[in-house]
């Protein structure tokens, strides 16, 4: 079970690395996956050590994330839609005095 810890602990800071790199972003999906997971292990590994004030705490981040991952599922579930483009109506718009300098 403290291997579990240190492998939480492990998987968070790579992906707080990657976060402070701009390889994943801190508003998507991935991080905060990845910190629910990491949370998890850490909180699993602090209740068996009678760590409990970490383990807490970590239940706490775990429900912060997922909270997050939930509400973001439902913004962007809300917003696709399928759209259909008229496209008889599409215009070929552009400025006329830089198509000629571009000629």
């Known amino acids: 079970m403290l291997g579990l810890g240190y ?3 492990l998987f968070y800071l790579v992906a707080y ?3 402070t ?3 994943i972003s ?5 991080f905060h996956s990845i910190s629910v997971v990491s949370c998890v ?3 699993a590994s602090s209740s068996y050590s009678a760590a409990w004030p970490s383990a807490v705490l970590n239940v706490i981040f775990v429900g912060i994330g997922i909270g ?3 509400r973001k599922a439902y913004v962007d579930a809300k917003q696709r839609h399928t759209s259909i483009t008229n496209v008889s ?3 070929f718009q552009a400025d006329r005095a830089k ?5």
């Open 41 to 43: 292990m850490i909180a």
């Open 89 to 91: 109506a599409l215009t």
């Open 68 to 70: 997050y991952l939930m």
């Open 26 to 30: 801190g508003t998507g999906y991935t």
């Open 99 to 103: 198509l000629e300098a571009a000629a």
């Open 17 to 19: 690395l990657c976060l």
């Open 21 to 23: 790199k701009g390889w």
């Open 7 to 9: 492998a939480g602990g």
